[in-house]
Each structure stands twice: as C-alpha cells, then as structure tokens.
C-alpha cells in the first residue's frame, strides 16, 4: 500500500489575469504541489503520476449527452455553467484551450487515479471533484462529472464489476447534486454527503438519492461538524460493502471561505482529511482523494498538509 498522486501544471488555468476575478483559485493545484514539495522532496516526484492527455470524446459520452456535449461549444452555455459573464468576451478557441483543457485532463486525472487506485490503494487526484455536473447540464463551475465517469469507465473495462459497491464521500460544503442525478437508479453506489443545508444548489430531487443525507446548518463549527462526521461515517463504511471509494475534500468548510457558510477552521479540516484517509485504510478501500471546492487564498495549503500526511503516514 504505496501514496500517488495524479499532477500536471497544466491543471492551472490561465486566462491572462482575468481568472483572478473568479472566487475560484485556478492555480491551487501547482501551488499545493510546490508546498508539499518543499517538504516532500524527491519522494513527491518519484509517486507523481502524469494524465497521458485530455479525456476523450468517447469516454465523455459515457456520462454525458451528445447534446450537452456539442452544447458545450456555445460560449453562452460556458458562462452559464461557470457562473462567470466575463467569459463572454472572448472567442470559444481561446476559452476551449485555456479553459475546458484543464478541465478535460484533471477529468482523465481522475480517470487514471482511480485506475492506479485498485492497484495501489492511496490516491489523490490534484484537482478534481466536479460533484455538480449531470449527464445534460454543467453548473456550479464544473462542466464535466469525473467521477461518474471513472466509475463507469472502470465497470466498462471490467476493473469494477457491475455489483461491486463504490462508496462517494463528499465533504464539500456543499451539496453533491449531479453523480447523484446520474447515479439516481444505481443502488451499487453508496452516497455519504454532509454539507451547507442552506447554501447552494440545494437540489430536492437529488437528495432523495443520497443514502446518507446531513445537511448542516449554517455556521456550523468545528465540534458540531466533527461529532458529526465521525458518528455517521462509520455506518456508511460499514454497509457500502465498497471496492472502491471517492472521497471529495472540498477546502470550502474553512470558516474564511467566501461561499461555503461554514465556520470550520485549519486544524478541524485537517481532523476532517486525516479521520477520513485513516478509516478508509483501516476498511481497506481503495481511494481517490478530490479537492473539490475551495474559496480561499489559503485552500491550496490545506490541500498541501493532506498531501503530506498521506505520504508521511503510508509512504514507507
């Protein structure tokens, strides 16, 4: 049982500067692979693993719609999505490279760390985590369903079997709305979701999917949200029954955050990773870690010291 983790700098969005009005930090992913490097060294390098390229167009029409899909192409549906008007500005060639690039190839990241996963157990993906997204519809800045589609991918070439359970642990502040449209009628796939109640997108018809639903109150803090982690996730673990689990580390519960509503603070949120990491190990389940949502300038240091525990904790 070996620690990987999936990186390239391409998972960086650039966009001349203009990325720097959006809450969401485009470059968390290269800063918290350079702080955990810093501390890591050689060890970081030899366990990185590199997506071979962008997702493929087929292997997005296994989650996806083909409508959606050449939707996609309108710079208007983009900016609906990405919840960012600026966008509008500029023409779909520069927004496709710069853009939906990054997005396709930490889509494959993910793709390839739940591969290496039933393999080596221990994987994160250095970006990811895109819980909003259904077959027809991107939204909450996220245009493609990464993991539905490893999930599917897998099944497809015979790593998972069709009755293996898959556990999804999602711990973003908030909710986990489009696998769980896509995965409505799949009673293999377990959901552990506990988030902001009051918050965005607050999706009634995806929560009845939701096997373990716990909506949290706003300004929930770090004695309420850890009592609750840790009584309920045991019995979700214990039923899923999972050959393999999804878990999404969404950085956006720290209590700086511009959108979460949550008043959770560093040392809570690394309880949180730790807890979640160990009892996995401790299930033998193998893993994708996914940083999700973060709105802070402090998410990619969050996201580094996880990073450094993993290794640090199962790195030999």
Avoid at 222 to 247: H, S
Wanted: hydrophobic share 40%.
């Amino acid at each position: 049982m070996k620690p990987y983790v999936v990186y390239t700098p391409d998972y960086d969005i650039h966009f001349g500067g203009l990325e720097k009005l959006h809450p969401f930090d485009t470059r968390k992913y290269s800063r918290a692979y350079e702080e955990a490097r810093k501390r890591l060294g050689a060890a970081l390098a030899q366990a990185t693993l590199i997506p071979p390229g962008q997702v493929s167009d087929d292997d997005l029409r296994l989650v996806h719609t083909r409508e959606y899909l050449e939707s996609l192409k309108s710079v208007q549906v983009l900016v609906q999505a990405l919840e960012f008007p600026p966008l509008a500005l500029f023409p779909y060639g520069m927004i496709e490279q710069h853009l939906l690039r990054p997005m396709r190839l930490a889509t494959m990241g993910t793709l390839m760390a739940a591969r290496a996963a039933l393999h080596h157990r221990l994987l994160l993906n250095l970006s990811g985590g895109y819980h909003h997204a259904s077959a027809s519809k991107g939204e909450g800045f996220t245009i493609f369903s990464d993991i539905a589609l490893a999930i599917i991918k897998l099944r497809r070439e015979g790593l998972l079997a069709e009755h293996d359970g898959v556990l999804i642990i999602d711990l973003d502040a908030h909710q986990g709305n489009g696998y769980a449209r896509i995965f409505r009628d799949d009673a293999t796939i377990t959901i552990f979701d506990m988030y902001n109640g009051s918050i965005y997108p607050m999706d009634g018809y995806a929560r009845k999917r939701i096997n373990y639903d716990l909506p949290l109150p706003p300004g929930c803090a770090d004695q309420q949200y850890l009592l609750t982690l840790k009584a309920e996730l045991p019995r979700a673990l214990e039923a899923a029954q999972a050959k393999l689990a999804f878990y999404v580390a969404g950085t956006d519960i720290y209590e700086r955050d511009m959108l979460g509503g949550l008043r959770v603070t560093e040392e809570a949120i690394f309880d949180r990773d730790s807890y979640v990491l160990n009892r996995l190990a401790e299930a033998d389940i193998p893993f994708v870690m996914l940083p999700a949502g973060g709105y802070s300038a402090d998410s990619y240091r969050f996201i580094a010291r996880t990073l450094c525990y993993l290794f640090e904790r199962w790195g030999g």
